[in-house]
Each structure stands twice: as C-alpha cells, then as structure tokens.
C-alpha cells in the first residue's frame, strides 16, 4: 500500500490556460474526494465519486472545474480557463466504502496561477 | 453544512497533555466527528473519530459532549513532532458520501 498518490506535486501557469491534475488512490478504496485549500484556510469539499459515479459536486465546482474517474480507478480534475483566484493547494482522498471510514489524503497539487 | 469552530492557536510545553476543543452547535444526529493534523505542504492525516462516546486510539482520546454540540482531543504527552494545524471536521453521513466538512484550525506550538 503506498498510499494516495498525486501528480503533479507544483504546477505554474498563466491566467487563461487549462491545467489538469491526477490522483491516484489506494487501489481498494471505492470513494473518492476532491478538495481545495487556500492559505491560511481549512480545506473545502469539491466533488466525491463512488466508483466511476460522480455523485456530488460543491457549489464551488464552477463550470470551468470538470473531474472524471473513468474506470473507478485513478481521478483526473481539470480546470479550464484558468483564474489567478484557482491558485490554490488541490487534495485528494480515498476511503473504504460503507461508513465513516478515514479518509486517506495525498501530499496534494499546489497551483499558482500568474 | 455544518460548521466547527476552534481557537486560532495554542501552544503547550513538551511532555505535557493538551486539550483542543471545537465547538460543533450545528451538528447533525448522524454526523461524525473527526480530528485530522496538517503538516506544511502536507496533506492531513487522519487522527481519532468518533459518533457519541469517548474514544481512545494509540494517538489521542476524543471526549465528545453529552449533547454532541462540543468536544475536545486529548494528546495525552505533546511532543515536537505534534506541532501541527489541527482541523476538527463534521462528516455528513445523510448523503451517504461522507464529505468532510473542515473548520479552520488550531495551529499547534510545542514548546521544548
């Protein structure tokens, strides 16, 4: 088991580029999560899969945000059109499905957007 | 969504208990309670968690209020590598997904 794994780790971009990142959970685990942290703040909640179901996004997700979980393996989130606001520490997690199981974070995605 | 409120900081000395407390008002009647640790460019790391009665684990005890609408982790003997922003995090278990609700944090100084 080696964990939640997430790539890449730092990613700089211009303002109005689109930028994707990846995570990799622990291979048994059927939920998955996505959150964003911004300095200084707690992370927030943005969209969760169980399997390859996306069942629910946060109002955050605007429509420039897009994640997928094609084969319930592996999660891609995009971001279109990127905005110096989108600059931000992006985390995934993994969990066990069937209660309130610990959810396993990764080192995350710093973005910073220029 | 429920929310959580804890002190900004706190700090304690070295070998010594420390009690975080959070206040949860909110919370529901099936959301769970949850404390994780952030380190700097880190992700969190889950720490204790619990529903209604006090917990125990090799890390820390989690004391949960009667009412539910309050608790406190207990690290039993701080040290240095404790030093760490600690989230105190309601879990929605109405939807079915679990999604964390997170607060702000206690940022955690160990003095030696």
């Known amino acids: 088991d080696t964990g939640v794994s997430q790539d890449p780790r730092h990613k700089i971009t211009k303002r109005g580029q689109n930028v994707t990142f990846r995570c990799d959970p622990i291979?048994?685990?059927?939920?998955l999560y996505w959150y964003r942290q911004t300095l200084g703040q707690g992370p927030e909640f943005l969209t969760y899969?169980?399997?390859?179901?996306?069942?629910?996004k946060s109002r955050l997700l605007s429509d420039r945000f897009s994640a997928e979980r094609p084969k319930g393996s592996f999660s891609t989130l995009e971001i279109q059109r990127t905005e110096q606001g989108d600059s931000a520490m992006y985390l995934c997690?993994?969990?066990?499905?069937?209660?309130?199981?610990?959810?396993?974070f990764g080192p995350g995605t710093r973005l910073t957007v220029t | 969504d429920a929310k959580t409120t804890q002190p900004n900081s706190m700090e304690s000395n070295e070998e010594e208990p420390v009690h975080l407390p959070c206040n949860h008002s909110?919370?529901?009647?099936?959301?769970?309670i949850h404390w994780y640790r952030q380190l700097p460019s880190q992700g969190p790391e889950y720490v204790i968690h619990?529903?209604?009665s006090n917990v125990n684990n090799r890390m820390a005890s989690l004391a949960i209020a009667e009412d539910r609408k309050s608790s406190t982790l207990i690290l039993h003997r701080a040290t240095l590598r404790d030093a760490a922003v600690y989230y105190c995090i309601l879990s929605e278990s109405s939807s079915g997904t679990y999604k964390y609700i997170f607060g702000t944090g206690t940022r955690l100084k160990v003095l030696a």
């Open positions: 291979s048994e685990h059927n939920r």
């Open positions: 899969f169980q399997n390859e179901a996306q069942l629910e």
């Open positions: 619990g529903l209604t």
């Open positions: 997690a993994s969990s066990q499905e069937g209660g309130p199981y610990e959810q396993y």
């Open positions: 909110t919370i529901s009647g099936t959301d769970y």
